[in-house]
């Protein structure tokens, strides 16, 4: 534990670029007047809500870094950023190739610099696999072996403050540790030195071991509000506010990954949903696997949710529409005829299950199951519940639908 270094909290944390998550701020600011500061913390919520802005911008505080947080007067180094302070590390799971040429450095400075101009851009290997070609859909897997751990991590985290008040490692998606290095990295945690700090973020808590969750003080992020995303895509990405609108609306709470969507492919992407909609009503097993082999062979795995969110908010205005007959209520006014001949047509249908059975499918695009699969079997869930049917298969059991399906 280490006392902060501020007389006074007259600071607004993270006011030159965190969005939302009033709560955390409170958090940040609670553990900052008491005047305490632990060893390590984690941050963690669903993708794309602001962990690695956060973690940066306490980063940035602890050592009196002026850049996310306006400190003025109290700012007590001379760096622009987190980016060029000696004493804060960044680390980012790393692919196979990386390791195996020895070029990490090499693969994460380039990401380090775009994090650097913005905390909350896209820089993970396994959403953005190439930074030259935002087409690119080959799905990514990134770790942190041992090999990385020891020759780069703990590396780092032996290093004593050059100039600020410490060390700090910060280490981000930390679930995709590997069993080694999550074994020597816990030897760290039980040991830590008087001069560092570690800042982790997750997705996934559950995929922690239990002795590296037991060690760290635990900041969870909420999921992003409608209104703040759109505020955000105002601001920040200089937005209509007609197309901020709705491009909140089909965010699914993901700002970071919004930001990358066309206002005008995602409304022109609903023809194909309402397609999709229509071939899995009545079966049409030829559609629905073409429809899906494409939707994989065109879309990364950010384009395979904007596809699901786009899907989601339709499945809702039909919910909406059919309760209140209300346009204005609506996402897809433009679509209005489409819309009210769906909700004549499948009046029985459950589509809160439906938008269920979708939110189901999104961790599993994050984790790698193909999209032509996940697609496939939506659309034959889909099939059952139009027609206000229960469904055959549990949801607990996905594989039985296809042989090769697994969560």
């Known amino acids: 534990m280490t006392t902060t270094a501020y007389s006074n909290l007259s600071f607004d944390f993270g006011d030159q670029r965190l969005v939302g998550q009033s709560f955390a701020r409170k958090q940040i600011k609670r553990i900052l007047q008491s005047g305490r500061i632990s060893h390590a913390y984690l941050f963690s919520g669903s993708p794309g809500i602001g962990k690695k802005a956060f973690a940066l911008a306490f980063a940035e505080l602890i050592n009196g870094v002026d850049n996310l947080t306006s ?45 650097r101009d913005d905390p909350y851009e896209v820089v993970d290997f396994s959403l953005r696999p190439s930074l030259t070609d935002d087409a690119s859909s080959k799905n990514l897997q990134a ?45 760290l945690l039980e040991e830590p030195s008087e001069d560092l700090i570690f800042f982790l973020t997750t997705s996934h808590t559950e995929a922690l071991l239990p002795t590296i969750l037991s ?40 700002y970071a990954l919004t930001r990358f969507f066309d206002v005008d492919q995602l409304k022109s992407l609903r023809k ?98 193909q999209g032509k699969i996940i697609f496939t079997v939506l659309a034959f869930r889909f099939s059952n519940l139009m027609r206000d049917r229960d469904l055959p298969i549990p949801a607990s059991e996905p594989h039985n639908h296809l042989p090769a399906f697994s969560e």
């Open 143 to 187: 770790f942190y072996p041992i090999d990385y751990f020891r020759d780069h991590i703990r590396k780092a985290a032996r290093l004593k403050p050059n100039e600020g008040r410490k060390t700090i490692i910060m280490l981000t998606d930390i679930e995709h540790m590997r069993k080694e290095a999550a074994n020597a990295f816990l030897k």
């Open 272 to 369: 194909e949903i309402v397609d999709y909609l229509r071939a899995a009503y009545v079966q049409d097993a030829v559609k629905i696997s073409a429809m899906a082999q494409d939707w994989q062979s065109r879309e990364n795995i950010e384009g395979q949710i904007a596809i699901l969110n786009v899907l989601e908010v339709f499945l809702r205005d039909l919910l909406v529409f059919r309760a209140t007959q209300n346009k204005s209520l609506i996402t897809n006014a433009d679509q209005l005829e489409v819309i009210r001949n769906f909700c004549e047509t499948l009046g029985q249908a459950r589509l809160q299950d439906m938008i269920e059975e979708v939110n189901r499918c999104k961790p599993m695009i994050y984790q790698y199951v």
């Open 71 to 115: 400190l003025g007067e109290q700012a007590f180094s001379k760096k622009s950023s987190w980016f060029t302070h000696p004493d804060i590390h960044v680390f980012l799971p790393v692919p196979s190739s990386a390791v195996r040429n020895k070029n990490i450095e090499k693969e994460l400075r380039p990401r380090l610099e775009m994090l």
């Open 215 to 254: 060690r760290c003080q635990h900041i969870q992020l909420s999921a992003l509000k409608t209104r703040e995303i759109e505020q955000a895509l105002i601001t920040y990405e200089g937005l209509s506010e007609k197309d901020a609108a709705y491009l909140a609306r089909v965010s699914g709470g993901n």
